[in-house]
């Protein structure tokens, strides 16, 4: 009798360890399923619009060399005593005008970015240099850098007046092109500086001759240029090439550069003609 119970009481024990409780079962399952499926713990959700202008390389923590300023060269040369020399520093990605070449001689906005890069430069109490991963000494061997006064990039700044044309971009040292390019763009458009002169500023360089013959068209065209004003009325209406007409007062930035086409005595007599104030 003890020979029979015990194979029916294996038997049993064999058919309970085989079984599972199918709600157990599916509850494992759908676990697992989760923990291959689940984000990864250091991911983070992109909060950035898709038409976001933006610019990656501006947050990196890249490191700035203190440099102490020797003396302003150009528009976009500086002289600096960088780790114990005297070291010119031309400035990435960008070209002035000419204010001393041998050959071009002085060229129209040469002398104003000059004296812009000047007196940021020279009054900046914190001068620094940055530079990009590629080679930071050109064939000239003056160092290759972005410039920063007091915190704020020179190139920009230049970019920003109308004073500079983004220039010389080189692989790989173009970090800031981008951001520059957008900059140039709406100096452009706002005819600034350089930009005030078509077809003045082109991929090329700097074409005085465009002025020139802008001035010849202007002359050609009015009788007015280079009579005096009435006493009291000293408001130069211009046209530029884009046919807009634009008054300027005696503190406008441009006033003493400007060919005016006639006279006014008030802005209101200027705006009454048709004509803006400069932005």
Known sequence: MKRRILPIIITGLLLLSGCSDPLTTASSEQSNTDINTAAPN?????????????YPTDDLNIPRVPVELVKTVD??????????????VRFLLIDTPETSHP?????????EAKAFTKEIVEK???????????PNRDKYSRLLAYVYADGQMVQELLLEQGLARVAYIYQ??????????????????KSLGIWSVENYAQDDGFHPE????????????????????????????????????????????????TKQEQWFCSENEAKQAGFRAPR
């Open 124 to 134: 900046a109490e914190k001068l620094e240099l940055e530079f990009d991963i590629g």
């Open 210 to 257: 465009e002025q020139k013959s802008e001035k010849k068209g202007t002359t050609a065209n009015t009788s007015s240029n280079t009579d005096k004003p009435k006493s009291g009325c000293n408001i130069k209406g211009n046209i530029n090439s884009k046919g807009e007409k634009i008054y300027h007062t005696p503190e406008s930035p441009y006033y003493e550069r």
């Open 75 to 88: 528009g976009d040369t500086i002289s600096v005593k960088y780790e114990g020399k005297t070291e010119k």
């Open 103 to 111: 050959r071009l001689g002085v060229q129209p906005f040469g002398p």
């Open 172 to 189: 790989p040292n173009v970090r800031y092109v981008d951001k520059f390019n957008d900059l140039q763009t709406i100096s452009r458009n």
């Open 42 to 54: 250091n991911s983070k959700p992109t909060t950035s619009k898709p038409d976001d202008k933006s």
